[in-house]
């Protein structure tokens, strides 16, 4: 029997249309929730995504912010911008778009966005909450993974998990995630020596890398949970993930389709975290 699919579009929609529901909830307490996006330079595909996180914002009433400023800007002027919207209570997220111009140094532009703010939760001090299991703001892509295993209904508690690949925004936090769940985490990289060894034993395997075919059919257990985050292009320049989706889904029994599976859920979990960040101000 062939996998299931996990749709990451009608989950996407799902938590969308909760988050809304939040956002709503948080206006008539008198607080809109607020993300500050901010945009350094041209790069085209940086002003997609951002256009896209805009979008999103837009139609699930949170407020956004959108500040675009020349490749030129100088890195004092902008953590001097972060600061003030540090200091602005109507701001509850503040993302910086990467990548940035080169004389930029991005960790030092992190570092300064306070840690409630982090909705991108790539700080060493976000890090440190989920390394430590303190609640905190989670990664987007890897927290938006862990929705769609828990859409499958497949329990994490005593599982085996197998990452390839360890980012800092994807494959690491992932691994603490999963092992914060109660599964047990095998992490597999570049220098691993031979991946198929760990995932045949795996219940679930998060592939992260940014390479076709990572994980054959070969390399999987039946019936295991397949959450497939990679972004490539096949030779006809299709998208296409880090799973060779035809031969895994004979027998894997669930499965992310690239794309439609991880990707809608990025920007998704980002306004999560916004409506969580704007919740938490109230809690204080
Ligand atoms: P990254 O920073 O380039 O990290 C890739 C990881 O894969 C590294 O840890 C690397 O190992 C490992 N790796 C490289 N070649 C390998 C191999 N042959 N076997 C096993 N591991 C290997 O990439 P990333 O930012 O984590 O992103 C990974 C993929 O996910 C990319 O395709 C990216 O476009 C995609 N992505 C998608 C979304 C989405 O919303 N759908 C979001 C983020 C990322 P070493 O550490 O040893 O070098």
New binding site residues.
């Given amino acids: 029997m062939p996998a299931q699919t996990i749709d990451g579009l009608a989950l996407s929609r799902q938590i969308r249309a909760e988050v809304a529901e939040r956002a709503a909830a948080l206006a008539a307490r008198g607080v809109t929730p607020g993300l500050a996006v901010i945009l350094v330079g041209d790069d085209p595909a940086s002003a997609v995504y951002v256009r896209n996180k805009v979008k999103a914002c837009q139609e699930h009433g949170v407020r956004s912010v959108l500040e675009t400023y020349d490749a030129t800007l100088a890195e004092a002027e902008l953590l001097k911008r972060i600061d003030s919207l540090n200091r602005d209570p109507a701001i509850h997220g503040i993302l910086v778009q990467m990548p940035l111009p080169r004389h930029i140094n991005p960790q030092r532009v992190i570092e300064a966005i306070d840690t409630t703010k982090d909705v991108d939760g790539y700080s060493v001090r976000s890090a440190g909450e989920l390394v430590a299991g303190l609640p905190g703001l989670r990664p987007?892509?890897p927290w938006?993974c862990m929705k769609l295993i828990e859409s499958t209904g497949v329990p994490l508690k005593g599982k085996h998990a197998v990452v390839?690949?360890?980012?800092?925004?994807?494959?690491k936090p992932m691994a603490l995630m999963l092992l914060q769940a109660n599964a047990t985490v095998t992490v597999?990289?570049?220098?691993?020596a031979d991946?198929g060894h760990h995932t045949r034993q795996a219940d679930i395997v998060v592939a992260?890398?940014?390479?076709r075919n990572?994980l054959t059919a070969d390399m999987v257990k039946p019936g295991a949970v397949i959450i497939d985050?990679?972004?490539?292009r096949d030779e006809h320049g299709k998208l296409c993930?880090?799973v060779d989706y035809a031969g895994v889904q004979g027998v894997a029994g669930w499965i992310t389709p690239?794309p439609g599976?991880?990707?809608p859920?990025?920007i998704t979990m980002l306004l999560s975290n916004t409506v969580d960040a704007a919740e938490r101000t109230l809690e204080t």
Wanted: with cysteine.
């Fill in positions: 987007c892509t938006g390839i690949g360890r980012s800092n925004t994807v494959g597999c990289h570049s220098a691993t991946i992260a890398v940014g390479r990572v985050v990679g972004i490539n993930g880090d690239v599976g991880v990707g859920m990025t």
